[in-house]
């Protein structure tokens, strides 16, 4: 029985009421904004930015049109900002769409076009790739041809004729986000590749190439933003001295050798393909690499450790290029990049939560990353993205400003559970252990057990991080260590509880707490609590869901 | 009941908040599930631990005949043992998880949370408001459908909190699966 889909409906109420307020999902749009007003009235303020946000864009009221103010259901809203003429009116990709999407083509095949002439001379292979780039542009220009977007009040919809019709619409209430990315030749043109995304049940639709110009406009207009220019306020911004902070996180450090791999893979094929590498010379670089002296490899090693946080950091700083996070209406939007400028837009009203990640180095540096919790964001780990790295207090004032003050400090949990990180901790090491020792294997037994000291180490500082705690409005919880979390979600947020306690932790008088939340992971945990605080916690947070089923104790 | 206001003001003890009128405690939800459900979980558990029990003979002759030179001496003298462990672990799962299980499935659903326990030796309290529910489907087996049984799926936005109530039986299930899905259509409020 399918109740309803939960993302059909647009949100009216931003803040949602922890309890469960009987509330009618379809509201007629609220008296609107006065369309003349200056941005500077309209822009949403600081904290509560969903009030204003709220009044002014329940599914986009277009600039002067009463039209979409009366029929502004999510669905029937009429008119699109930039004239109605928009409206229905098929719209091409840029004339230099097929330039775009042809230049790597075009790289590939003058490369080999380029070694064939050298290799063979005007040779078939030559001809072979006139003829496959005369087919690859003529492919691109035919595709330019014949895709177009309609934008209509309620949908926009991709046309596509090449080879047979096809038509995707994408319902305008369901889209989740815009994102515009340029790659260098994107740039080149003046042109930006426009994704849409519209969640697991709108599906997704990329725009290859258009204007920087109409891209915007596209966004604004797709995400139901109104005004030309719309209000931006930085929230944060990357500093140059923190694309150092780089090499801590682990990630970064391993770029060096897939950017090795692949070249190497790359240069191999090329060769084998021209007919270079033949078997005696593959061998004769193994011998030459086993003759080389010892002090040239350990040279070379010591290279390869100092390249490696220099390249994660030109990694870590190509991606990440002047990181910033600004509010535009009810957006976040988070653009970074150097080649390949990224900008991907979080709509406020779906965001549940912000959740802080580390390792032990980059707690040791006093850093740490942002991300946001999303309500259905696909790829979550990367669009979520509010920072990539930053020192600790610029973090959690960023967190503030998009869901309110990160509470604290945190409850720790009870001794009883030290216990038990611990044993899980040593659990794998000191069972491989026993393993081995029963395959009559000593000193493998040996080595694994050597691992549970660390392991002991490790199991400490796990329950060092757990922790949880509520101001109130939002709730935080903690765990991990060698990849600690610490979200924060609004009260609101939670869509249900789920107390676990295993055999063991029922001994102790422990549980595990789940509270469920519709964005993210689905669910956070704080592992170990004493069963009292477990209740109590879930009680405090939604009194109404829980105080029913509590009773004086004896329970069992 | 009581004792749940002073506890309204959460995470301050730690551990050992012994004080006033104790720690608080959920109460266990007030239906059991069918009877039939023990039989439902001993047949689930005989057809699976009946199978690796027929896996681990097949595992343990084969490996026996074969005779091979590299297998290392302490697995080929051991792995007789293997049908012998998994019937043992199989017979005990048949007879005691499904008793266990009946005595700790329970549930309830109040004028808007449902709330339920299940497990047997790790167990899970649940409590999902009717307000924040998507879809409620009810759901039957084979052997289900032989015993009169049903399953009813809660789902909400978050895989964390949705719940699942077997051994319910049919006409059970589909009065409380409509039940449901009606008080979720009048309550929901959109914060998935």
Redesign the interface.
């Known amino acids: 029985?399918?109740?309803?889909?939960?993302?059909a409906?647009p949100?009216p109420?931003p803040k949602?009421?922890p309890d469960?307020?009987?509330?009618p999902?379809l509201e007629p749009a609220p008296e609107p904004v006065p369309e003349s007003a200056p941005e500077s009235v309209r822009e949403p303020g600081l904290v509560p930015a969903s009030v204003s946000e709220h009044a002014g864009s329940p599914a986009g009221s277009p600039a002067g049109s009463p039209v979409g103010v009366t029929a502004s259901n999510g669905h029937g809203d009429g008119a699109v900002p930039g004239g109605p003429s928009d409206v229905g009116h098929a719209q091409r990709l840029h004339p230099f769409t097929f330039v775009v999407g042809a230049v790597r083509e075009l790289i590939a095949l003058i490369a080999a076009g380029a070694t064939g002439l050298l290799v063979g001379g005007m040779s078939t292979a030559f001809h072979f790739t006139l003829v496959g780039l005369a087919f690859g542009l003529a492919f691109h220009v035919a595709d330019w041809m014949t895709f177009t977007y309609v934008l209509y009040g309620d949908r926009i919809e991709l046309r596509r004729a090449l080879i047979g019709r096809s038509v995707k619409s994408i319902p305008r209430d369901r889209i989740r986000g815009v994102d515009i990315s340029a790659s260098p030749p994107h740039r080149i043109l003046g042109l930006a590749a426009v994704d849409i995304d519209a969640g697991a049940d709108g599906g997704e639709g990329t725009l290859n190439a258009v204007s920087r110009h109409e891209a915007d406009r596209l966004r604004r207009v797709l995400l139901a933003r109104d005004a030309p220019a719309p209000p931006r306020r930085v929230l944060a911004r990357m500093r140059r001295r923190w694309y150092v902070y780089a090499p801590l996180s682990g990630a970064y450090l391993l770029t060096p050798f897939a950017l090795a791999g692949s070249l190497l893979g790359t240069l191999y094929n090329l060769g084998d393909d021209l007919g270079l590498i033949t078997r005696e010379r593959v061998e004769g670089v193994g011998h030459d690499l086993v003759g080389l002296p010892t002090a040239l490899v350990v040279a070379l090693a010591i290279l390869v450790l100092i390249a490696m946080p220099v390249m994660s950091v030109i990694v870590f700083t190509l991606f990440n290029w002047d990181f910033t996070v600004h509010e535009r209406d009810g957006s976040l939007v988070a653009e970074r990049g150097l080649l390949t400028r990224r900008s991907v837009s979080l709509e406020r009203r779906r965001l549940r939560g912000v959740e802080l990640a580390d390792n032990p180095f980059e707690r040791a540096a006093g850093v740490t990353r942002l991300g946001a919790l999303i309500?259905?964001l696909g790829d979550a780990a990367h669009r979520g993205r509010l920072l990539p790295a930053a020192p600790r207090p610029v973090a959690e004032a960023l967190a503030a400003r998009v869901v309110g003050t990160v509470p604290g400090p945190l409850?720790?949990h009870?001794?009883?559970a030290r216990g038990r990180r611990v044993a899980r901790a040593v659990a794998l090491p000191l069972g491989l252990a026993a393993l081995a020792l029963?395959?009559?294997q000593p000193w493998v037994a040996a080595g694994f057990a050597a691992f549970a000291g660390p392991a002991v180490l490790l199991g400490l500082d796990r329950y060092r991080q757990l922790g949880?705690?509520?101001d109130g409005e939002r709730l935080s919880v903690r765990s991990g260590s060698l990849r600690r979390r610490q979200v924060v979600v609004e009260h609101?947020?939670v869509?249900?509880?789920?107390?676990?306690?295993?055999?063991f932790q029922?001994r102790l008088g422990l549980a595990t707490l789940?509270?469920?939340?519709?964005?993210g992971e689905?669910?956070y945990s704080a592992a170990d609590m004493?069963?009292?605080?477990a209740?109590?916690?879930?009680?405090?947070?939604?009194?109404?869901?829980?105080?029913?089923?509590?009773?004086?104790?004896?329970?069992? | 009941m009581r004792c749940g206001h002073d506890l309204g003001d959460e995470g301050d003890g730690d551990g050992g908040d012994g004080g006033g009128a104790g720690p608080p405690r959920l109460r266990p939800p007030e239906n059991r599930v069918s009877p039939r459900a023990v039989a439902h979980w001993a047949i689930e558990y005989l057809l699976l631990w009946g199978l690796a029990f027929g896996l681990a003979l097949g595992v343990a002759t084969w490996v026996g005949d074969s005779g091979w030179d590299d297998m290392p001496g302490w697995l080929t003298g051991r792995v007789g043992w293997l049908p012998y462990v998994v019937g043992a672990a199989g017979l005990l799962m048949v007879t005691v998880a499904p008793v266990w299980r009946y005595r700790v499935h329970r549930w309830e659903v109040s004028a808007d949370v449902v709330y339920t326990r299940t497990g047997w030796f790790s167990r899970e309290w649940l409590l999902v408001p009717v307000s924040r529910i998507q879809t409620v489907d009810t759901e039957q087996g084979w052997i289900e459908r032989m015993l009169g049984l049903a399953t009813i799926e809660v789902n909400t936005a978050s895989h964390t909190g949705s719940s699942e109530v077997s051994g319910l039986p049919v006409d059970v299930a589909t009065r409380l699966a409509e039940d449901l899905a009606h008080r979720a259509h009048d309550l929901r409020d959109d914060a998935t």
């Open positions: 029985m399918n109740l309803r889909d939960g993302d409906v949100d109420a949602p009421v469960s307020a009987p509330e999902a309500t259905g409850t720790r009870p001794p009883a029963v395959a009559g949880h705690v509520t609101g947020a869509v249900g509880w789920r107390i676990r306690r295993t055999l029922r789940f509270a469920a939340v519709g964005a689905g669910g004493s069963e009292a605080d209740v109590s916690l879930a009680a405090g947070i939604t009194p109404a869901w829980v105080t029913p089923f509590l009773e004086p104790p004896p329970d069992r």
